[in-house]
């Protein structure tokens, strides 16, 4: 194929996923965190970088508005729905009116999700006027097609398995389904198929045998790495694309320079972007965009999802952050929580079971033990004691509030939003504050300790009969 000559892709989608016992559309259950469809449209996308085709189309069944809504942005897509699922042969005729008529179709699958982009460009180029077949060797062909050669070892048809005779099952070369074929020749060959097969179905395979009766050259490329082809039909072929994906990432980020404590035990269901000298201890979870500075320490089993963490900074155990930005050289956790909007400067502590929502966290300020702070704006060198509260909602709506530089709350502090506390100030502990708090100086907000003489506690009830 010329560097000038259309093409179009086609994406088959339509699958209902039985076999997956789900009301879910089998292509949008999630691999890595994503709908096994949105692999396949960022492959699609990355091949487009390459070479823009004329027209990318993706064949969906039932639930339309499910796929779109979770693809999200599809300006770039075309879509149409195959009402009855009538096979692979059935939804590519659907596509027919979207595709260009020079040049040539590439069709890929949304449920086979680990393709890469280096294998598929070699493709579209082999096919020139003919017709490309991406084929794979696998240990266990079971449940896929089989690629037929002659003697000379030229592809002459696939056959399904379902359909095979015992010497073409034991052929050890696989269909994938993803084809390159001349675009006007596909429309020509598909209002051909027939149904007479196990399935009653239109098979897309079916085409390799009317191209070589049409005398049009047939050429087969093997996959790289058979794991590219998996096809996830079930649950368990979906763990098992997992498990890849889970490795490639792990993979990844020890070629970045990053240290896991055990690549098995890590899950990237993102973009995970690392310094230098990065450790990531054992069965840690990232989510979204995650980028962790130089030297950054992650503590086992923490959850991270669209997070920035500044350089030599520690994570630590069990804490959870989302949506939020941490600095140099600050310590967060064991079992912190950091939700979206807060944003720690440089050397800031957040310790155990501390709760940060919605605030800035001014740099060397301290809040290290059972406190919550809530929609406020925290000066730098402040300490925040254990069991303090930021209250910072009415029941109707929520308020802000500002402490400031080099304030000393004590333990068990309740600040009532809005609120302002000034530089400088100290609160002792116990204190419910519900006005503004003066730099420079102690204020205390809480009852009187007294003492009452000749109180007796009570003594328990007698349970039936009389006391002893």
Not at 86 to 110: E, I, K, N, S
Not at 223 to 240: I, K, S, W, Y
Not at 265 to 276: H, K, L, M, N, Q
Not at 356 to 366: D, E, L, N
Request: glycine share 12%; aromatic share 4%; hydrophobic share 40%.
């Amino acid at each position: 194929m010329s560097g000038n000559t259309p093409w179009n892709l086609v994406i088959l989608a339509a699958g209902q996923g039985k076999r997956m016992r789900s009301d879910l559309p089998k292509v949008l259950h999630p691999l890595a965190g994503r709908p096994l469809l949105a692999h396949v449209v960022d492959t699609a996308r990355a091949l487009a970088n390459l070479k823009p085709p004329a027209a990318t189309v993706v064949v969906i069944g039932e639930g339309r508005g499910q796929v779109t809504e979770a693809l999200g942005n599809c300006d770039d897509l075309l879509f149409v729905t195959q009402q009855q699922q009538l096979g692979t042969g059935h939804a590519v005729l659907q596509a027919l009116p979207m595709l260009a008529d020079d040049g040539p179709t590439m069709v890929l699958y949304g449920d086979v999700p680990l393709v890469d982009v280096e294998t598929l460009l070699p493709l579209l180029i082999a096919a020139g006027d003919g017709v490309a077949l991406l084929t794979a060797r696998a240990p266990d062909p079971a449940g896929y097609g089989r690629v037929v050669r002659d003697a000379e070892g030229r592809v002459i048809r696939i056959v399904e398995e379902r359909d095979a005779t015992d010497a073409e099952r034991a052929i050890g070369e696989i269909n994938t389904g993803i084809l390159v074929a001349p675009t006007r020749r596909l429309k020509a060959w598909l209002v051909q198929l027939r149904n007479d097969n196990t399935q009653h179905e239109y098979y897309l395979t079916d085409v390799i045998a009317l191209a070589v009766r049409d005398g049009v050259p047939v050429s087969a490329l093997v996959a790289p790495d058979p794991t590219e082809v998996l096809g996830v039909n079930t649950r368990a072929q979906l763990a098992r694309a997992e498990r890849i994906v889970r490795q490639r990432c792990a993979e990844n980020l020890l070629q970045l320079g990053a240290t896991l404590a055990d690549p098995a035990r890590i899950d990237v269901r993102g973009e995970v972007t690392v310094g230098a000298d990065v450790f990531i201890d054992v069965g840690c979870v990232f989510e979204g965009k995650v980028d962790l500075a130089d030297g950054v320490r992650v503590g086992p089993y923490c959850v991270l999802r669209d997070v920035q963490v500044g350089a030599g900074t520690e994570v630590a155990a069990f804490s959870h952050l989302d949506g939020c930005r941490v600095g140099k050289m600050a310590r967060v956790g064991p079992f912190a929580r950091l939700r979206p909007g807060a944003n720690l400067e440089d050397e800031v502590h957040i310790g155990n079971f501390v709760e940060v929502k919605a605030s800035r966290v001014g740099r060397t300020s301290k809040v290290n033990h059972l406190a919550y702070i809530g929609d406020a704006e925290v000066g730098s060198g402040t300490n925040i004691g254990a069991g303090t509260i930021v209250a910072n909602y009415d029941g109707d709506n929520k308020h802000r509030s500002r402490i400031g530089c080099d304030v000393q709350v004590g333990s068990n502090v309740v600040l009532v939003a809005p609120i302002e506390v000034g530089d400088g100030a100290t609160i002792g502990a116990g204190s419910t504050v519900s006005r503004s708090v003066p730099p420079g100086k102690l204020t205390v907000a809480r009852a009187r300790q007294v003492t009452v003489d000749n109180w007796r506690r009570p003594g328990k009830k007698p349970q039936g009969g009389s006391p002893r």
